[in-house]
């Protein structure tokens, strides 16, 4: 809640209560003393009816998907009823407009509620950054009717956003982990060796000559050529050390670092479900969790989860993922790649690092 003062209503007041204190100071009588009170009464009377006005006042906001994707426009309804006695003049709604676009709602626009009345505000509607974070309407801010000072206020029901992140392909250009390090483990379902393997299969159309197994189609009476063994994979791990910071301490900064968080690690989990690659991500969602993506399926699970899945249950949860991270970076395991993902960097390309 903050209160701003208005200057020239405030000294207006003054010289009015000047003007009455001195008025019934000289001649007394009940006029005299009922212009003062009345002016005294000014203040406490227009906060009570603020007071009452807010308590009445409902305000309920919705968006026309359940989940919606960074930079995507959708549907905002926003609808004020006034359910008191007492109507309500001129009152002003400020936005989320550090976080969210509203094209067809203005920051500071005005809204006037007869007794019982309803109104409706629409716009479309578009998140800037990845995450789960409060949008549309935040403040409303009601002004004494002699404009003395006004009470802005945060409004009773706020409305939460899930913003998924969007699909990049940032990670194939910095993440080529087949020339990172060595491969062994698992096997690519897609990818194969250039080089012909041991198994065979019938000779085909526009297959090279080069790739003819002649013992193999002279025991058989028939052609048969070698075809390449499945494109050997290493174990691949990513670790992402999301930061912990409370609900209400999540500023824009918080946002944009978020965002930039979500939309590369989904960006890896692509890289990899795209070629239908294992790939175990460790994250925290509440408890630390692990879940493996294989497929495009299992891609798009993972996908629906992390956009409000990030967050942490307990201290012990925190200082555990800070544990494995300490540990991955340390270690050089046989056969297993590590990627960590740094939410809190400390520099613009400081924030993945490859173990393994």
């Known amino acids: 809640m903050k209160i701003k003062i208005h200057r020239v209503g405030l000294i207006l007041y ?4 000047g003007g009455s204190l001195t008025f019934s100071s000289f001649y007394g009588g009940p006029v005299s003393y009922a212009l003062l009170y009345g002016v005294l009464l000014i203040i406490p009377i227009s ?13 309920y906001q919705e968006i026309e998907v359940h989940k919606l994707t960074k930079g995507e426009e959708h549907r905002f309804r926003a609808s004020f009823d006034n359910a008191g006695i007492l109507p309500i003049h001129r009152m002003k709604i400020f936005l989320y407009s550090d976080r969210c676009n509203l094209f067809d709602i203005a920051d500071g626009q005005e809204i006037s509620l007869s007794i019982f009345e309803k ?3 629409t716009s479309i509607i578009s998140c800037r950054y990845a995450g789960a974070y409060y949008v549309g309407i935040e403040k409303v801010a009601f002004t004494d009717p002699f404009g003395i000072f006004t009470l802005q206020i945060d409004i009773p029901y706020s409305f939460r956003a899930i913003v998924s992140p969007r699909i990049t392909h940032d990670a194939d250009r910095i993440l080529d982990i087949e020339n990172i390090v060595n491969n062994s483990g698992f096997k690519s379902d897609r990818l194969y060796e250039d080089i012909p393997g041991s198994d065979v299969r019938p000779y085909q159309k526009g297959d090279s000559y080069r790739q003819i197994n002649w013992k193999v189609s002279a025991r058989l009476n028939d052609l048969y050529v070698r075809i390449p063994d499945r494109m050997e994979k290493r174990t691949v791990s990513i670790l992402m050390q999301a930061v912990d910071v409370k609900e209400i301490d999540q500023d824009i900064e918080f946002l944009k670092q978020r965002d930039q968080f979500l939309e590369f690690a989904v960006s890896i989990a692509w890289h990899f479900g795209e070629q239908m690659v294992p790939v175990k991500i460790i994250y925290p969602s509440g408890k630390i969790t692990e879940y493996v993506v294989d497929s495009y399926d299992s891609f798009l699970e993972f996908y629906n989860l992390v956009a409000d899945g990030i967050f942490y249950s307990s201290d012990e949860d925190y200082n555990k ?12 395991r046989a056969g297993e790649t590590c990627i960590i993902i740094r939410e809190d960097r400390c520099k613009e390309d400081d924030y993945y690092l490859v173990c393994g």
């Open 119 to 121: 109104k409706e505000l």
């Open 321 to 332: 993922l800070q544990s494995m991270t300490l540990e991955a970076a340390s270690n050089d």
């Open 47 to 59: 906060i009570i009816y603020i007071v009452v006005n807010y308590h009445f006042l409902r305000i």
């Open 14 to 17: 003054l010289i009015e209560l």
